[in-house]
């Protein structure tokens, strides 16, 4: 009845309005019919009701804190009733009509759904508002004058339909009466059809003599119950003349057909047969409708005059037509014939012949039906409100509404044809952007019809996720020397994001290397990653340069993640070999060397650096000029150059040496440099090997109190030594002497110690330089020569001194301990083409670097290993027992002395 209503009013001709808001929860929703009235004719403006007041018991249960608006779902193109947001209040928008919007429905309701917002709080009310009619209108005729033609022969009581007056307005402003011009011949009855339209039979009260009056004037007045009433008029011209006596009848004066509303054309509604008894013209039927039939019936229907079959001509609709009313006369061919009358009542009978009717109303606006939501929307999101009719009455316009597509959204009733559509779960776009969602609405008749709706749900982006990058570690390796801008490598973050959220940037994290900002050593393309160098590395400077890439999408707010490079800057060889030591001038040095040096005596040691890494940094020595003679050999990694044979025999007094040093890189750099060898015939003005200066480094806390030691043992040294001699000298006798001579002959025949003979001007004692305190075995030979690393070589002493202190002092070999024997013995291996030393005894497992180092020891002892008057506590051997010089002895003893010459027998 609903959807009757709705179709005869053109009650809404439009699909609902697009809402506005996107997101609502649908356990908040809450429905709830409001009915109001009003009168139609309102002017403008005029407020209906206000919401606040009448559903504050509903808002009242909600938080006091949120403040509600109202938004309406109007129906149709134009908006009768508009409602307020802020307060709800609704008020006319249009001036209702309501014959225009209603036509003759007794029921004549405006119906839309209001919607509060916020969406969080979603109130759902059904508003009906019914239009009151108002006396508007008048009844009038359809014609002005209405001719009537009565026979004479009329009999008292024929019965002559009029014209029925129209009045639009209905209930007590309807049609309620009719008045006839008083007389006595005439009257009028009212009669009622089955729509409740009233209408006006002429009776006749006397019987008719046209000679005495041949016509009649009565006016016709229609009248309605409104305040105050409303009437109108039509003129009857009645014309008397004369008729026939019988006129044709029906069996029945009224009939009731049910006609399907999907009746064919041409269906035979009914077989009419009127009878008259008269004879001929005046007994042949002519059927007709009554002249005042409206014009859809005779749109709709056609009667055959001569059988009376009444046939269907244009297709009934239930939905705009339940009904239809068909007067019929028959009339006789005779003169002054009165014709019979019968009343045809036509029931069309529904039919299952409409499908429902979906309507979408969309949560966003956008394209017709598609739906946007936002990603990460919490379960329960309002999507759409469906709206479901069908035209169709009882079982045939019950419908069902059905969800299909997917589990993420499910359809939920809200308000009688009222659905919508929710979100069950929180949807992620990155697993799926667009969902196709698919209602069906099915009616209960039989057979049933459906209507199948497609629309569909795109999930909007949102910035969730931050970009990625493969690894959390990137390794680079870049030869230094590089070109500035040379290309490193590319490092690429994904962002499943779409737009400006998954649009990734490429920056460098301002960080410090070797106090300069990392912006000035590389460079990053913002758009692809891209990692170009700023300067030209220098594995030298700095070998590896970490830093971290930050990648940022342009979301809001931003996402981001680090990655770290490491940059590794791989050395090359683009450093040659720098000589320190000794001084150069023109890449020439002026080195003073002894005359008599001993073979393997060190002339000088080169002091020579390589800034590169590895192979690149390892440098090697090598005479390669001046050497013919092969006087001087070159130990090649330690860069040391000695003596290789006498130089007593040296073809010139300066000599030219030329000494390359040479790395080991792919591509070898050299430094050459030239040493001007000068023979010197005494030692005394020879200097240091390595002279202190601006190169040397500062003594050290350590060095000093070597050299402190040192002095301390040499002044306690010479003591003892001055005491020995003087009681050595004191006592002629023998028995006096004996201690002296039985303690050298048991140093010469101590078993641990090889047996030598020590004469008094071996033993010469050298000052101390750089903490270290040298001492020098002297023979009269000119080829013995004293070595020294770290300290000068000390000038002869005299003859004297040297008698003075060769007497006694003397050093056992005991005093030397095993491991200090076997660094010195590898402290300096022997060098191929080098000279080496003999021993001077058989059976010795010592080299003569390292004999020689013992018998200098001895010298130096100051123990007494006779069996004389030696002080208490005195022995000739004591494991684990160290004098203070054995510890300066120990601590470079190879540094000190290189190997010795070849002993020479003593005369």
């Known amino acids: 009845m609903e959807a009757k209503t709705q179709t005869k009013g053109n009650l809404f001709s439009s699909a609902l309005f697009k809402l506005l808001f996107v997101v609502a929860l649908a356990h908040c929703a809450n429905s709830k019919t409001l009915k109001y009235k009003v009168y139609e004719e309102q002017k403008v403006g005029t407020v209906v009701a206000t919401l606040t007041e009448d559903v504050s018991g509903v808002l009242s249960k909600l938080p006091t804190s949120v403040t509600f608006r109202f938004r309406a779902m109007q129906r149709g193109s134009a908006s009768l009733l508009l409602v307020r947001e802020e307060d709800g209040e609704i008020s006319i928008g249009t001036k209702i009509d309501r014959e225009k919007l209603c036509e003759k429905n007794l029921n004549c309701s405006i119906e839309f759904d209001v919607v509060t917002l916020p969406t969080e709080f979603l109130q759902l009310f059904h508003v009906e508002v019914e239009v009151l009619d108002i006396n508007d209108n008048s009844p009038h005729f359809a014609r002005s004058v209405v001719p009537i033609e009565i026979s004479e022969s009329a009999s008292v009581g024929t019965r002559i339909p009029l014209d029925g007056a129209v009045d639009a307005d209905v209930g007590e402003n309807a049609l309620h009466s009719y008045s006839l011009t008083p007389n006595h011949f005439f009257k009028i009855d009212v009669k009622t059809r089955t729509d409740g339209a009233k209408y006006a039979e002429l009776v006749v009260m006397r019987e008719l003599d046209r000679e005495v009056r041949s016509s009649y004037q009565l006016q016709l007045t229609a009248l309605d119950n409104g305040t105050p009433p409303k009437s109108g008029s039509t003129l009857l011209k009645i014309s008397i003349s004369d008729s026939n006596d019988n006129s044709p009848a029906f069996a029945e004066q009224a009939y009731s057909i049910d006609l399907m509303e999907n009746s064919p054309l041409g269906t035979l509604l009914i ?129 069902v509404c059905r969800l299909h597509g997917h589990g993420h959204f499910r359809l939920q009733k809200t308000h009688e044809r009222n659905y919508m559509i929710l979100t069950n779960v929180s949807l992620d776009r990155e697993k799926r952007s667009e969902y196709s969602l698919t209602i069906i609405a099915e009616d209960g008749g039989s057979p049933s019809l459906s209507t199948i709706k497609h629309f569909t749900v795109q999930v909007l982006d949102e910035n969730d996720n931050p970009p990625s990058f493969e690894k959390s570690r990137y390794d680079v390796f870049k030869s230094e020397n590089n070109s500035p801008g040379a290309y490193l490598m590319t490092v690429v973050a994904s962002d499943p994001d779409l737009g400006t959220n998954g649009q990734v940037t490429y920056t460098i994290v301002e960080a410090l290397v070797q106090g300069s900002p990392i912006s ?40 981001s993640s680090n990655t770290t490079i490491l940059l590794t800057v791989l050395d090359e060889n683009d450093n040659p070999p720098v000589i ?140 003892m030594v001055m005491f020995a001699t003087a009681r050595c000298s004191r006592d002629k006798n023998p028995r006096h002497n004996y201690n002296c001579r039985v303690a050298e002959n048991s140093y010469q025949n101590h078993p641990k110690k090889p047996s030598r003979q020590i004469h008094k001007g071996d033993i010469t004692l050298v000052p101390a330089v750089n903490g270290t305190l040298p001492v020098r075995a002297h023979s009269h030979s000119p080829s013995a020569s004293p070595t020294t690393e770290r300290g000068t070589l000390g000038s002869r002493q005299s003859h004297h001194s040297r008698q003075s202190l060769s007497s006694l002092v003397t050093i056992s070999s005991n005093h030397v301990p095993e491991n200090f024997a076997l660094e010195l013995a590898h402290a300096t291996p022997p060098v191929e083409g080098q000279y080496q030393p003999r021993p001077s005894f058989r059976g010795n497992k010592y080299t003569r670097s390292y004999r020689y180092a013992l018998n200098e020891m001895d010298k130096f002892s100051m123990k007494d290993s006779g069996h004389g008057d030696s002080e208490a506590g005195d022995s000739d051997y004591e494991p684990g027992r160290e004098s203070p010089l054995d510890r300066l002895l120990g601590e470079g003893f190879t540094e000190m002395y290189a190997p010795d010459r070849q002993h020479r027998p003593h005369a």
Request: proline share 6%; net charge negative.
């Open 520 to 559: 000035t050593y590389v460079t990053i393309d913002p758009s692809n990653g891209a990692i170009y160098a700023l300067r030209s590395f220098d594995h030298e400077d700095v070998s590896r340069i970490p830093f971290t890439i930050q990648a940022r999408d342009g979301g809001d707010p931003v996402l």
């Open 271 to 399: 077989d009419l047969n009127a009878t008259d008894p008269d004879e001929g013209s005046n007994g042949k039927v002519f059927y007709s409708f009554s002249s005042h039939v409206a014009p859809k019936i005779l749109e709709t229907f056609k009667i055959n005059p001569e059988s009376g079959h009444i046939t269907l001509i244009k297709k009934v609709d239930y939905e705009a037509t339940a009904s239809y009313e068909l007067d019929v006369q028959a009339q006789d061919l005779g003169p002054n014939s009165i014709p019979g009358l019968c009343k045809i009542v036509v029931k069309v009978v529904d039919v299952n012949d409409n499908k429902p009717e979906i309507n979408i109303n969309l949560m966003t606006p956008g394209k017709e039906e598609v739906a946007y939501i936002s990603e990460g929307a919490p379960v329960d999101t309002f999507i759409a409100l469906v709206r479901v009719d069908d035209s169709d009455a009882g079982l045939n316009g019950g419908v």
């Open 580 to 719: 320190h030591s000794p001084s150069l001038r023109n890449h020439t040095a002026e080195l003073p060397v002894w005359k008599y040096a001993s073979p393997g005596q060190l002339v000088t040691m080169l002091k020579v650096t390589d800034r590169d890494a590895g192979a690149n940094g390892d440098l090697s020595c090598t005479i390669v000029g001046g050497n013919e003679d092969r006087l001087f050999i070159m130990d090649t990694r330690r860069c040391e150059l000695r003596t290789n044979g006498s130089l007593e025999q040296a073809p010139r007094d300066v000599m030219e040496i030329r000494v390359e040093v040479q790395d080991r890189g792919s591509s070898r750099l050299s430094t050459g440099v030239l040493l001007r060898l000068s023979l010197q015939e005494t030692m005394a003005i020879l200097p240091a090997l390595y002279p202190t200066g601006s190169s040397q480094a500062p003594l050290d806390l350590s060095l000093i109190v070597i050299i402190s030691l040192g002095a301390v043992c040499a002044l306690l040294l010479i003591a």
